[in-house]
């Protein structure tokens, strides 16, 4: 986390659509040497074994450049990759047992930072205005935003940020549940990221998400005279400390909010965006019209 002119913190995180600041991958972060750690010992245990890099790709269903790959810490071992090469080198689950470290590595720390401000929220608001929330994304629609990204991303790192944002998903399973709600702007529930079959089936999707007791997802209409979220897409996240924090999103870049005076306005401005809203009930009515339409 970074500071800016102000003395204010801000976050590289990524926002909920698919920009970022930066053309490259980050994994090397503060699981560096954790990852590089573990694909030293898979190169000490084959070695041990008396195993060649083919040998042991062909033992555990992964190729000689992935073997090689992943010994000199270009590649992340995936945790099928640690569990097979457990077994087949009698490691005794020494390596198996750094699968979820690996596992963690392979999310952006931008991303494990939003994750883990979202599983400390009791309460959670969200304004989105160009794309379905995060939280509410299928996996496809996920996908075309980060495909449609620019700079592009490789498939790797596509497929890599596309389960960093499923994985935050985890937090409509949580118990005790959090209250979670979603102003969606209309324009994305019309605009067919992905094509139309991707829309219809992320329409289908906040219909039954909507239907969870803890959640309530509403639309602002596009005819509304007046809307309080001009300043664009934000959130309000009550954590379970009984502190409260606000988190803005613009382009490459997002802005982690403490300071109570600014924390004091998002929350006004957050209550008076679900009032402009339609109500949940209606707005579950709008979305289930808008998908009787797609064709």
């Not at 097979?84 to 390596?95: E, H, N, P, S, T």
């Not at 750094?98 to 952006?108: C, S």
């Not at 790192?157 to 409509?172: C, G, L, S």
């Not at 991707?198 to 998400?209: A, G, I, N, P």
């Amino acid at each position: 986390m970074s500071t800016d002119n102000c003395g204010r913190d801000r976050s590289d995180h990524t926002t909920d659509g698919a920009d970022g600041a930066s053309w490259e991958e980050d994994w090397e972060d503060d699981y560096g040497p954790a990852v590089r750690a573990t694909c030293r010992q898979i190169k000490l245990w084959r070695e041990g074994a008396g195993l060649t890099q083919q040998e042991l790709g062909d033992a555990i269903g992964y190729s000689l450049g992935m073997v090689s790959a992943v010994e000199r810490a270009r590649r992340l071992p995936h945790p099928d990759f640690l569990t097979k090469a457990d077994r087949v080198m009698g490691a005794d689950g020494k390596l198996a047992a750094m699968k979820k470290d690996v596992e963690e590595a392979r999310y952006p720390k931008k991303v494990r930072d939003l994750a883990k401000l979202e599983s400390e929220a009791v309460e959670l608001g969200a304004y989105a205005n160009h794309n379905m929330h995060g939280l509410l994304q299928t996996e496809e629609y996920t996908r075309a935003l980060f495909e449609m990204r620019l700079p592009p991303y490789g498939e790797d790192e596509i497929d890599r940020q596309v389960a960093a944002r499923m994985a935050r998903q985890e937090i409509f399973g949580r118990r005790p549940a959090p209250l979670l709600t979603f102003v969606q702007e209309e324009v994305t529930l019309r605009r067919p990221i992905g094509g139309r079959m991707v829309l219809r089936r992320q329409l289908e999707h906040l219909l039954e998400v909507g239907q969870l007791r803890n959640v309530e997802i509403q639309v602002m209409p596009t005819d509304r005279a007046k809307h309080a979220g001009m300043a664009g897409e934000l959130r309000v996240l009550k954590i379970k400390d009984g502190t409260t924090v606000g988190y803005s999103e613009a382009q490459l870049t997002s802005r982690l909010v403490s300071d109570p005076r600014e924390v004091q306005i998002l929350e006004m401005r957050y209550g008076m965006i679900r009032a402009q809203a339609l109500p949940p009930r209606e707005s579950l009515a709008f979305i289930e019209k808008l998908l009787g339409e797609i064709t």
